[in-house]
């Protein structure tokens, strides 16, 4: 084979790294209420349904123990059994900011005891809000005890307000409001596209690559409709969904930001606000009247006047 040839396969083999376009799929807060358009059996079903007929694979789901009661429970336990990754998202699911070290310390442990009984449980901690104490105190008495544990700081890197989406949903389906389900699928889809395109370009800013990414999403009816859509086109933008251990293979998994935080916009942010970005950490998407503009817009079709 000739020289230039085996350049040009070694230069083609090496596209794909640079432009990676991978991500794994996380949902927070299982079992979160559900008594809306559907009730917890029925979420939990649709959802791992989808999950199945679109072919994602294995997500995770970041359990607040709290929320155990007896529905809620044998919803976890269908996740469990359907082979998804159960993870610690705290008991009761406390702000940091508002909470002391050794409260949360404890509210943590009472997750981590009752989150054994899962076959599927992995030591993966999801900080709620994903504040992680924003004194050096808090944040390395908690590091410390996730060291302990052996627990892996679950970061995420893709934000959105997706549970707002729901919010705007539910709402409307409580008001007698008549919901289009597919231009509600396409404004759910549009507006989480848009988000992960924004924070994969501020990390090939800042890093000069696409890292293996892991999106925040949260176990709500939306998530359980629309899961398949939004899987359909990533693939179509080129994008892969790995598993959530693969995406903690990026060595972005061992940055931590020197200075401790208050609010933390995930980890791409972290690294931008590290490198001197101030402003716009947190996505256009990320804002509660930008959304219900467009939702009434676009799903609900009423017109600005
Ligand atoms: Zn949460």
Redesign the pocket.
Known sequence: MQCSVILLIIYLLAIPVANAKQLAITF??APRKADGYFDGPTRAKTLIENLEEYKVGKVAF?S?TQSFDKEGLERMHLYDKAGHIIGN?THS?PNFLETGLSTYQTDFLQAHQLLQQFDNFKPYF?F??LREGETVEKRDGIRGLLQENNYQNAYITLNNYDWYIEELFQTAVKDGKPVDMERLSNFYVDVLMASIKYYDDMAIKYLGRSPKHVILL?EMDISALFIGDLAERLRQEGWEIIPLKEAYRDPIAKYQLAQPIKYNPGRIGEIALAKGQKKNLWHYTLDESYLEKRFNQEVLLMSDR
């Open positions: 927070d807060d970041f607040n998202h699911h999801r709620p809000y949260h």
